[in-house]
């Protein structure tokens, strides 16, 4: 997986109808999209535990899922009160299609779905790396550290913590900041 600069290749268009809602998304789908190496999100050091997702959104290309993000309705503690935040996670677009345009159509279908359910913001954790490409999809860094669950009691998330408002440019709240679930 690189990181870096990525080059512009030749445009295909993919209109946002392209996204479809999926009925599941199994481990055979995300090696459709991104192969069957070991740690293709590339966060395996962190060693943490994470929950799949529950609704899930993609792209086909000549008959193939090519790309993918996913939802998870989570509670969060902020500032000391529960709140419903939408996790957003496993977003992955397949490395020849990369560029194109396909990440940003199915993290917005799958936050146009998250507008319905409620939660007044969305969150995911990612590689450093990955916070210029989120930023560019209109997400912010949370300025504070999250503790989230882990199978030994709550640990400090070690990747970046990016939010977007779903409804009307709301703030994050003021407070301290815990994950009541593992992440997803
Ligand atoms: C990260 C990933 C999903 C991007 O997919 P993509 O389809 O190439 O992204 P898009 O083409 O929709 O790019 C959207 C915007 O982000 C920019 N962008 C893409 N990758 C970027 C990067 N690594 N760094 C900075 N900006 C980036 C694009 O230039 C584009 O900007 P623009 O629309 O303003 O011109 C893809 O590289 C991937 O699947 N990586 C491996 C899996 C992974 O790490 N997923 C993230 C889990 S948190």
Known sequence: MTD??????????FPPSAVERLAGYTPADQRAILGDGAD?????????TWLPKE??????????????????????????????????GGVA???GLRGHGLARLVVGAALDHARTRGPRHALLFCRPPLTAF?????WRALDRPVEVEQPAGPVVMPLRTMWTPLHDDEPWPDGPVRLLSYPM
């Open 55 to 88: 609704d899930h959104f993609g792209i086909r290309h000549e008959g193939r899922l090519v790309a993918h993000a996913g939802l998870l309705p989570l509670r969060m503690s902020i500032g000391g009160a529960i709140t419903p935040v939408m996790g957003v």
């Open 4 to 13: 870096g600069p990525h080059s512009p290749s030749p445009a295909l268009l």
């Open 93 to 95: 677009v397949a490395p």
């Open 40 to 48: 293709p999100f590339g966060v395996a050091h962190t060693g943490l």
């Open 134 to 138: 989120y930023e560019r999809l209109g």
